[in-house]
Each structure stands twice: as structure tokens, then as C-alpha cells.
């Protein structure tokens, strides 16, 4: 199975504006391909929402847990 690395960019795209970023985690969901993500990775991408688009800690701690 094809395993990519997505960096913070695509997770803001896709959570935030959908499109092809959006349909890369669908296949990913899908079992299509693997994403490996790393805690620095996953640390950024919650700060980013946080910060740059007002997500609040609560809203983003439920969601990073699946």
C-alpha cells in the first residue's frame, strides 16, 4: 500500500476548504493509502487552527481524537 507523509498545509486545505486535499485523507479513510503523521505534524497543524482560524481547544481535542 502507498504510504505518504501530508504536512500541515493539506490538513488546514482539507478540513478547512475540502477540495483535492480533502479527497487525498478520503482515500485515506477509504483504506486507498496510509498517511503517517508525526506528533510535531499533528502539534502544528491544531496550533495553526487555533491560532489562525479561531478554532477553539475543545472543538479540536474531540476531533483529534477521532
Known sequence: MLSVTVDTNIYISAFKFGGP???L???AVEGKLEIAISPPIMDETLRVLREKFGDS???LSASSRG
Open 25 to 27: 485523507l478520503r482515500l
Open 57 to 59: 481547544q475543545g472543538r
Open 21 to 23: 486535499s480533502l479527497r
